[in-house]
Structure formats: structure tokens, C-alpha cells
């Protein structure tokens, strides 16, 4: 099944690509991957929510967050990459969660991001990842994922 058709079998609209927030581009292709710069959980142009997992934000919530970076990520490197057919897979996936000082669930909430990119792509979405804790990420945003795409 293709990306496009699973997409739709999901009922998932890919986001416009988010406009970058500094001196940088959404995604770069490069020797049959692409590399998306960090994702916030963009929605209508904006934050659904600031402040640290924890604290100000649920884990649940930033859960849900994450999955909204993983598909802003999906967004961006379909742009780069001229159309989301020509995206194969998942190589890795980054997430980075502003965290409360006693906050340990990092991997939980950055799970938001890897079950998506699973349901999409099933198989190829199986992925190397990190899940990293941090004091305060841009915006006060309280998760950020960046991914690594395979080409199709």
C-alpha cells in the first residue's frame, strides 16, 4: 500500500509545512535521505501549549504533541522531496522534551511521534531513536522531533 493510500486509510491530512523560525530550512534531500530540521507541534500556526512536561503540560498531551511534530516532519520532507510518495521509510526519529525537573517519561511521550510514523509505514517505519529530557526548547514549546527519512 502506498503512503498516499495509507494516509488516507487513517484519515491523516498532512499539515502545511511550518514556516521556520530562524535562519533555516524545513528539510534538506541528501544521498537518498531527508534530513528535516527540529519539528514543534505547529497546528493553524501555532502552539497547542508551552511549558514543561511535567509541570504546565501532561504527558498525555505532549504524547499527542509529539505525534503533531512527527507529522509536521512528514510534511516538510514531502515538500523537500517533491510529493509524500516519494518517502519510503523512517531511519530515525529525534525527540526532545522540555522537561520538568523530576519529569523521567521522555521516551513515553516521544512514542507520540514513533507509533504515527509506524502507522504509516508500517514495517519501514521501524526506527533508531533518541528521547532526550531538556530544560527549555524554542517558543517554550514543550516537545520538538526531528526525523530522518528514507527515500522511496
Not at 23 to 28: E, F, M, N, R, W
Request: hydrophobic share 55%.
Amino acid at each position: 500500500m502506498s503512503v498516499v493510500d495509507r494516509l488516507s486509510e487513517l484519515g491523516i491530512v498532512l499539515p502545511e509545512v511550518a514556516a521556520p523560525v530562524a535562519a533555516y530550512v524545513p528539510a534538506v534531500v541528501h544521498g537518498g535521505l531527508v534530513y528535516t530540521s527540529g519539528q514543534l507541534p505547529f497546528a493553524a500556526g501555532s502552539l497547542p501549549a508551552t511549558g514543561k512536561v511535567g509541570a504546565e503540560v501532561t504527558a498525555a498531551d505532549a504524547k499527542i504533541y509529539a505525534r503533531t511534530c512527527a507529522l509536521n516532519a512528514l510534511a516538510a520532507a514531502a515538500a523537500a522531496a517533491g510529493g509524500v510518495e516519494k518517502i519510503g521509510g523512517v531511519l530515525r526519529v529525534g525527540g526532545f522534551v522540555a522537561s520538568a525537573p523530576t519529569f523521567t517519561g521522555q521516551p513515553g511521550v516521544i512514542n507520540g511521534a514513533s507509533d504515527v510514523l509506524g502507522e504509516i509505514f508500517g514495517d519501514a517505519g521501524a526506527h533508531a531513536r533518541a528521547a532526550v529530557g531538556v530544560a527549555v526548547l524554542p517558543l517554550d514549546s514543550p516537545v520538538e522531533v526531528d526525523v530522518i527519512f528514507i527515500l522511496a
